[in-house]
């Protein structure tokens, strides 16, 4: 019985000794880089509206030609359902890009 309670007051002073030496870190959230198609000035209004949740390559692994009403629909799936904190200016701005620049 001794060993086990040597290992876990060891294993608590090193927990504390690591807590004790905290430095700030920075990281990097891992939702990979632009996409070429979105990588634009023009697009800019996708970037900041679209990667906070997820990955840009969600938008642009969707299939080709699905037209206009399917970029409106999606983004208004992203506003209603997940709740995207998007403006409706925003919201329209997105669309058009995407329906310009995926079809
Ligand atoms: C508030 C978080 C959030 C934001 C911001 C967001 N999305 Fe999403 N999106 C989601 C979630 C959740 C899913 C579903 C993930 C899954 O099924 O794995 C998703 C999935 C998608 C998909 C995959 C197809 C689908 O409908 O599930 C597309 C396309 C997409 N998002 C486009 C966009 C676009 C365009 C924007 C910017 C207007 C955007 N998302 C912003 C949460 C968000």
Redesign the pocket.
């Known amino acids: 019985m001794i060993r086990p309670l040597a290992i876990l007051l060891g294993a608590s002073a090193v927990v504390l000794s690591l807590a004790t030496a905290a430095q700030p870190v920075t990281f990097e959230v891992p939702l990979g880089d632009t996409p070429a198609e979105l990588a634009g000035a023009d697009a800019e209004v996708?970037v900041n509206?679209?990667s906070?949740?997820?990955s840009l390559d969600?938008?642009t692994t969707?299939p080709r030609g699905k037209g206009a009403q399917f970029?409106k629909d999606?983004?208004t799936?992203?506003?209603n359902v997940?709740?995207?904190?998007?403006a409706p200016e925003d919201?329209d701005a997105?669309a058009s890009v995407?329906a310009r620049k995926l079809g």
């Open positions: 996708v509206n679209c906070s949740c997820h969600y938008i969707q970029w999606s983004v799936k992203m506003v997940y709740k995207a904190p998007i919201a997105v995407l």
